[in-house]
Each structure stands twice: as C-alpha cells, then as structure tokens.
C-alpha cells in the first residue's frame, strides 16, 4: 500500500512538473507576448520552392516584398508599413506581378512559442499545422534577420527595379 501511494505521488508530481509548462504554454495569448517590432527586421515565409517572400520592414517605415520562387521572382511590392494593434498595416506604393493586392495586413501570432506574422486570412490553418514544433513557414512569416546598418548608406531597403 505505501509503495502504490508513492508511486501515485510521484506520479502526480511528474504530471504536474511536465503538464504545469505545457499549460501555461498553452495558454499564452497573442497579447502575452510583446512584438516590439524593430525597424529594419527581415520576415520570411514559404514553402522552400515556388511561394517564398520575404518582407523587409525598413527604419524610415518603408517596406519591401519579395515573392520568390524556383524560375525567379515572381513579384515584389513596396511601399510604407506602420504598427497597429495586433500587428501592422503594409500601404503599397507600387505592386507587380503576383504581389499585386496580396498583402495588406499581418496578424501578431503566438506560435510555436514565438511570434509570427501572418495575414488573417491564413491564422487558423497556420494554428492548424503549429503541432509539436513541427510549424509550417508557409502560412506565416518568422523573423530571418536584422538589416545592419552601413555607413556608406543609411537606406535598409534596396529600391527594386
């Protein structure tokens, strides 16, 4: 009898050490987790293939969208961005080939224990593949990188041509 409480305590111990994180994780909503968006990130989303952009969110509030595939550049749209609640709003000045009207809004997304960017349109299936770590980057952008400044330039967007 005193082996089988034991057990049972130490059980319910483990439970609640594993189960407690994993709740709280769980848990956690879109405002738990502050996205201060700093100018000049790079975001990234696609499928390593035909549907590839990367967003560049330049410093003077200037963005830049390419969409990338395996036979070349698809598109690219530029224009202003500004953060509002739950995300940001991208304004294009000029839009060409299959970014013409496709991106206008990203959602503040907590998945996978990170923030994404991800049009609204697209939220319940990238809730839908962010299983186990095993999160797809085709329904949302993650953060590739930081543009470094050069002194010869204070631009972090390249015009496109």
């Known amino acids: 009898m005193q082996t089988q409480r034991s057990f049972a305590v130490l059980l319910a111990a483990l439970m609640l050490a594993v189960g407690l994180p994993l709740y709280?994780?769980?848990?956690?909503?879109?405002s738990d987790l502050?996205?201060?968006?700093?100018?000049?990130?790079i975001w990234e989303r696609g499928d390593g293939l035909g549907y590839n952009?990367?967003?560049?969110?330049?410093?003077?509030?200037?963005y830049v969208a390419r969409w990338v595939g395996c036979l070349g550049q698809y598109g690219h749209s530029e224009g202003m961005w500004n953060e509002?609640?739950?995300?940001?709003?991208?304004?294009?000045?000029?839009?060409?080939?299959?970014?013409q009207g496709h991106l206008r809004h990203l959602r503040r997304v907590a998945l996978s224990?990170?923030?994404?960017?991800?049009?609204?349109?697209?939220i319940d299936n990238a809730k839908r593949f962010d299983r186990g770590g095993a999160f797809s980057t085709f329904y949302a952008f993650t953060l590739?990188?930081?543009v470094?400044?050069?002194?010869s330039s204070n631009k972090t967007t390249e015009p496109l041509r």
């Open 144 to 146: 590739a990188r930081l």
């Open 53 to 62: 952009i990367s967003l560049n969110l330049g410093k003077n509030g200037q």
């Open 148 to 151: 470094e400044d050069t002194p």
């Open 34 to 41: 502050e996205l201060e968006l700093l100018p000049g990130e």
């Open 113 to 122: 224990g990170e923030v994404r960017l991800i049009p609204p349109e697209d």
């Open 84 to 99: 509002v609640e739950g995300g940001i709003d991208l304004k294009p000045a000029r839009e060409q080939g299959m970014m």
């Open 24 to 30: 709280i994780a769980a848990a956690q909503t879109d």
